[in-house]
């Protein structure tokens, strides 16, 4: 395996499209042996990029044969780290917040929320699912206590520099950021930022241009 810092950033983000994809094929349609072109076909990925994106965690497969799926899978899982549980805490009991405490596809990828905080007086003490929603006083505590260092924020923009501050300190070193603005975090902590109200108005862009084009014609 090649050095961390060595992979691209376009590989490391099509590893889950991989995984994805493997365990599709090994659970609900029982395929033993995939092809790089077949993967790829599945993916919209050439078959020489599948290859080059696998060469930089080891060897799998055989020319002329394939890989194996089953085992493909579990070494890409490893890779990904989805090969065990990472507990989360949920930061904003929102609908967003709701949506993903209530979404089962997260324990395939090894990602279980054990925890979710709010500020809002009338939220904590409601019950998502299995949990209780706590107040946000608790989130040092929590943490501590669960071990967690994954960190999910769904709090309106004005709150989310701050909460993203207290879950650092208490040691979170991975935030998923639903909010839509930018969190300002140490060296050592990485943060993925979802802001939906981009990826709407990119697909309204593209709805927008083509009805300018039917227009023209």
């Known amino acids: 395996m090649k050095d961390r810092d060595a992979i691209p950033r376009a590989t490391i983000e099509r590893l889950p499209l991989y995984y994805r994809c493997l365990d599709k094929l090994d659970t609900f349609e029982d395929v033993e042996v995939v092809s790089s072109k077949d993967l790829g076909g599945r993916l919209g990925i050439p078959p020489t990029q599948v290859r080059k994106d696998l060469s930089y965690y080891g060897e799998f497969g055989r020319r002329g044969v394939g890989y194996d799926v089953y085992d493909l899978k579990k ?6 780290g989805v090969d065990k549980v990472w507990p989360a805490i ?7 917040g709701r949506a993903l405490v209530n979404y089962d596809g997260f324990a395939k990828m090894g990602l279980e929320i054990v925890s979710v905080l709010d500020a809002d007086l009338d939220k ?32 309106p923009s004005e709150a989310a520099q701050n909460v993203a501050d207290e879950l ?13 603005t930018r969190l300002y975090v140490p060296d050592d902590v990485t943060v993925r930022n979802e802001d939906l109200a981009i990826g709407i108005v990119s697909l309204i862009y593209h709805l927008s241009w083509q009805e300018k084009e039917k227009t023209e014609e």
């Open 168 to 180: 650092v300190e208490a040691g979170v070193k991975a935030i998923w950021n639903f909010a839509p």
């Open 124 to 155: 904590i003490g409601n019950r998502i699912g299995s949990l209780e929603v706590k107040s946000t006083k608790h989130l040092t505590e929590v943490i501590q206590e669960e071990d967690i260092h994954l960190g999910i924020l769904t709090v």
């Open 75 to 80: 070494s890409v899982g490893n890779i990904l």
């Open 90 to 96: 949920l930061v904003g009991a929102g609908n967003l």
